[in-house]
């Protein structure tokens, strides 16, 4: 059985830093894309980052270019987001979220988020 | 970047009705679309993939359409667990892009 599961959220002050992980079981971890989307309260998706199966080629939204960094580390079956100089506007639920074999743009499992809460 | 327009934001309808719940790109993208189904508290559930590839274990009564810019999502029969929130997301290109979702409730 797939899962994913997220850890390493909680409160922070604007300008801190966070380091989110995921824990993947169930698959061949290092044959999919891995993404991070999150959702901010009572609003919709927004996909923030994704990595290459080998850790190469990795993507993210304009917001968080420069603050963000997503990492993996195959041989653990974990993804990570490493936030900094985080904002109020960071504040969301962060899921971690598996690419189809296929096209790893297509969002299979998804785990059940990491709340990350961005306030003085 | 990709803008998906996704309507209506909600829509009121009975067990047993055909809903459908359309996204429209900002450019051609092929048939580079998904739809994911959300529910109060839980993680979004990919329903279809490329437009209209119905995803293991998602039932039939579900089906997508379209292809470049216009696309559609379509629930043949309702039933009491379909009510949810949908999405639809393009997977052309990065950014990926979500639609703003539509709240499907029970009339």
């Known amino acids: 059985e797939v899962q994913l599961v997220e850890s390493g959220g909680g409160l922070v002050q604007p300008g801190g830093s966070l380091r989110l992980s995921c824990a993947a079981s169930?698959?061949?971890?290092?044959?999919?894309?891995m993404n991070w989307v999150r959702q901010a309260p009572g609003k919709g998706l927004e996909w923030v980052a994704n990595?290459?199966?080998?850790?190469?080629?990795?993507h993210y939204v304009d917001s968080v270019k420069g603050r963000f960094t997503i990492s993996r580390d195959n041989a653990k079956n974990s993804l990570y987001l490493q936030m900094s100089n985080l904002r109020a506007e960071d504040t969301a639920l962060y899921y971690c979220?598996?690419?189809?074999?296929?096209?790893?743009?297509?969002?299979?499992?998804w785990g059940q988020g990491a709340l990350v809460t961005v306030s003085s | 970047d990709i803008q998906m327009t996704q309507s209506p934001s909600s829509l009121s309808a009975f067990v047993g009705d055909r809903v459908t719940i359309t996204c429209r790109a900002s450019q051609s993208i092929k048939n580079d679309v998904n739809w994911y189904q959300q529910k109060p508290g839980k993680a979004p559930k990919l329903l279809i993939n490329t437009a209209s590839n119905l995803q293991s274990g998602v039932p039939s009564r579900f089906s997508g359409s379209g292809s470049g810019t216009d696309f559609t999502l379509t629930i043949s029969s309702l039933q009491p667990e379909d009510f949810a929130t949908y999405y639809c997301?393009?997977?052309?290109?990065?950014?990926?892009?979500f639609g703003q979702g539509t709240r499907l409730e029970n009339k």
């Open positions: 169930g698959f061949s971890f290092s044959s999919h894309w």
């Open positions: 997301q393009q997977s052309s290109s990065t950014p990926l892009t």
């Open positions: 990595l290459e199966k080998d850790g190469g080629e990795k």
């Open positions: 979220a598996r690419g189809l074999k296929a096209w790893g743009y297509n969002l299979d499992y």
